[in-house]
T-cell receptor, first 111, second 112 residues
Framework: GQSLEQPSEVTAVEGAIVQINCTYQ??????LSWYQQHDGGAPTFLSY????GLEETGRFSSFLSRSDSYGYLLLQELQMKDSASYFC????????????FGKGTTLSVSS | DVKVTQSSRYLVKRTGEKVFLECVQD?????MFWYRQDPGLGLRLIYF???????EKGDIPEGYSVSREKKERFSLILESASTNQTSMYLC???????????FGNGTRLTVT
């Protein structure tokens, strides 16, 4: 089977840096994605890592190590609006496009 | 921008009723998905479709069926609603392999 593990909650203050880890167990690996979901809102795509290394998009970066079955999302210069749930996800199969999601990490940013 | 529209934001149904949840996307995406989201459980895949009239079971298909008669529309059907199907239902679409999923705003279904 496939499973993803991520912390359930993370707290931080404005301006800080926070890292949300994700470890996965899959029969095959086809890339790691990250999604953000604000309370009452739809999940929205943040980033995708198909290969090892760091992908940077503004204040957000995502890292992947396939040999360790591990990735993380790094959020810098935290703002109150970053308070949300963050989900890591992997593709369910080689031929398909469906994603399996982790249970999500709730990030609370305080002033 | 891709728009995925779910027909109802909130729905209350009685146990045993047949329930239809509708989803429409406007970007000609091949792939469409239905997930349910419950506190502490994340998003779980119910069914997905990669073409008109094609469907694949996800991880929790029991008690559900789907219909995709047109490319832009993907319907989730609860044949006989039960209280354990009370949940947030999220529809999504994508254009292909490794393309991001675009989600609708969800339908919060309560079965009493």
């Amino acid at each position: 089977g496939q499973s993803l593990e991520q912390p359930s909650e993370v707290t931080a203050v404005e301006g800080a840096i926070v890292q949300i880890n994700c470890t996965y167990q899959t029969s095959g690996f086809y890339g790691l994605s990250w999604y953000q979901q604000h309370d009452g809102g739809a999940p929205t795509f943040l980033s995708y890592n198909g290969l090892d290394g760091l992908e940077e998009t503004g204040r957000f970066s995502s890292f992947l190590s396939r040999s360790d079955s591990y990735g993380y999302l790094l959020l810098q210069e935290l703002q109150m609006k970053d308070s949300a749930s963050y989900f890591c996800a992997v593709r369910r199969s080689q031929a398909g496009t469906a994603l399996i999601f982790g249970k999500g990490t709730t990030l609370s940013v305080s002033s | 921008d891709v728009k995925v529209t779910q027909s109802s934001r909130y729905l209350v149904k009685r146990t045993g009723e047949k329930v239809f949840l509708e989803c429409v996307q406007d970007m000609d995406h091949e792939n469409m998905f239905w997930y349910r989201q419950d506190p502490g459980l994340g998003l779980r895949l119910i069914y997905f479709s990669y073409d008109v009239k094609m469907k694949e079971k996800g991880d929790i298909p029991e008690g559900y069926s789907v219909s995709r008669e047109k490319k832009e529309r993907f319907s989730l059907i609860l044949e006989s609603a039960s209280t354990n199907q009370t949940s947030m239902y999220l529809c999504a679409s994508s254009s292909g392999m490794n393309s991001p999923l675009h989600f609708g705003n969800g339908t919060r279904l309560t079965v009493t």
